[in-house]
């Protein structure tokens, strides 16, 4: 029996070596480097970067709100005068060819001394406008880099399950060479040969499908990191690294002031803040300083009358104050403000809902968290009893004293467990990810 263990040991040993040598054929790609390129090319955070970026602009030019504002206008225009007169008396005047040139030329300045404090107000908001956008950046981050880790780790679980899937493959070959000699010899009825070939080739499709898994995982991987999906000529570490010391305590602590969506809807709050204060300077009035110049020249080659000029030219400035003063509208501003504080209202019942929404989902993953922490346990455990019920019936079956059932059963065991481990692995990985996305850890 120990001869037989070795033998599986060793044949095991080769499969694993056969695919460590097809993976040297292939550069790793590491996790640093997937969140890497994701953060470079991502689309969904080179879109949150756009958004962010028009705030930006916006905020840039608020304080040019305090300025006045100048223009200036000019212009010139030529005349041409041909006028022929008959008056009572007889007399006529033709006065004909009179060519004449006007050039006018004005600048206006206009500076909002007092709007109730709104321009105030307007720079505030654009600058909490700003700071949203780049918290909107961040939460995006976040979001991308917990699915770039659930996607890169599921690669690593799908090629977990291609190595678990090659070791029942050498399961069910052992199983078709010792019926082969059975039946050869007259210890074993064909049926048992026609069972283990069935089972082989059903592993070889279970093979084939795991392969195309892999390459489904990677061609998400790739749309997340925003290369061409079918650039899947790399590969990945068969290995999942947990962190099995998260405390929940030290999680519900942090949350509330880590949390990305939490700060998203707070800023969202002090906007609408803001916004209350943008309308309610509607109720005062605007006073504004004005000023002007105004130039004026005509010229002409010779004078229709003796009264009128062959050259006029006029400059002047003035200067002085309005102010714009609300008296009835309608009630529009009284409506305007009633409906900030209405939003202001909603944002604030959205934070309570995010809170809600976030504290809700730690607690559920933080159940995950230890239910896969154990479960992983009790997986690991189980496995090597299944291992050695696999071995230990292969053995019995070598020596004629158990059926192919009992060897298929052992073996459809050890898949089972096989793929349980995988999954309770990958499943803490995906916990331990959502929990870090929640705390706001992920970029720490």
């Known amino acids: 029996m120990k001869k037989y263990i070795s033998g599986i040991g060793l044949l095991f040993i080769f499969l694993a070596g056969s695919t460590l040598r097809a993976s ?33 602009n916006d905020y840039a030019y608020a304080n040019f709100a305090f300025v006045p504002r100048l223009n200036a206008t000019a212009g010139t225009t030529w005349n041409n005068t041909a006028t022929k007169q008959e008056f009572v008396n007889g007399t006529k005047r033709d006065t004909s060819g009179i060519k004449g040139n006007n050039i006018s030329a004005n600048a206006t300045l206009s500076w909002t ?33 917990a699915t770039v880790i659930n996607g890169y780790y599921n690669i690593v679980q799908q090629k977990q ?23 050869s010899t007259g210890l074993g009825p064909k049926t048992d040969l026609l069972q283990s070939k069935v089972d082989y080739n059903a592993q070889k499709a279970l093979l084939l499908r795991q392969i195309t898994l892999i390459e489904q995982s990677k061609a998400l991987l790739n749309q997340l990191m925003a290369v061409p999906a079918g650039a899947t000529g790399y590969d990945v570490p068969d290995s999942i690294p947990l962190n099995t010391g998260l405390s929940f305590v030290t999680l519900q602590q942090n949350v509330a002031n880590n949390n990305t969506a939490i700060k998203v809807q707070q800023q969202n709050i002090n906007i609408s803040a803001l916004t209350i204060k943008e309308r309610r300077a509607d109720y005062f ?18 004078a229709s009358n003796a009264f009128s000029p062959r050259f006029n030219r006029n400059g002047v400035f003035n200067y002085g104050l309005t102010a714009a003063i609300p ?14 504080r209405i939003d202001f209202d ?21 159940k995950d968290y230890e239910y896969y922490k154990k479960a992983l346990e009790l997986e690991e455990e189980n ?7 696999m071995m230990v019936a292969l053995e019995r079956f070598k020596q004629g004293v158990s059926t192919t059932i009992e060897v298929k059963q052992a073996q459809q065991s050890l898949e089972d467990s096989n793929y349980r481990l995988i999954q309770a692995r990958y499943n803490t990985k995906l916990a331990e990810t959502e929990l870090q996305r929640l705390n706001g850890s992920l970029l720490q």
């Open 161 to 183: 399950q291609l190595i678990a899937v090659r070791e029942q493959l050498s399961i069910s070959e052992e199983r078709v060479k010792l019926s082969d000699a059975k039946f």
């Open 113 to 145: 001394l007092f709007d109730g404090l709104k321009m105030f107000a307007t720079r505030d908001k654009l600058a909490a406008i700003k700071d949203l956008g780049e918290l909107a950046i961040k939460d995006q981050i976040q979001n991308s880099i």
């Open 24 to 56: 040297a054929q292939q550069k790793i790609l590491t996790l640093e480097q997937a969140i890497d390129l994701a953060l470079k090319n991502n689309f969904n955070i080179r879109l949150a970067r756009n958004t962010a970026e028009l705030s930006a």
């Open 327 to 340: 008296i009835f509208n309608g009630f529009n501003v009284k409506r305007q403000v009633k409906n900030a």
């Open 285 to 302: 009035p605007v006073v504004t300083f004005n000023s002007g110049y105004n130039y004026n020249r005509n010229t002409s080659n010779a």
């Open 346 to 366: 909603y944002q604030s019942l959205t934070l309570d809902n995010v809170k809600s929404q976030v504290d809700l989902s730690l607690n559920n993953a933080f």
């Open 383 to 389: 496995n090597q009893l299944a291992e050695e019920n």
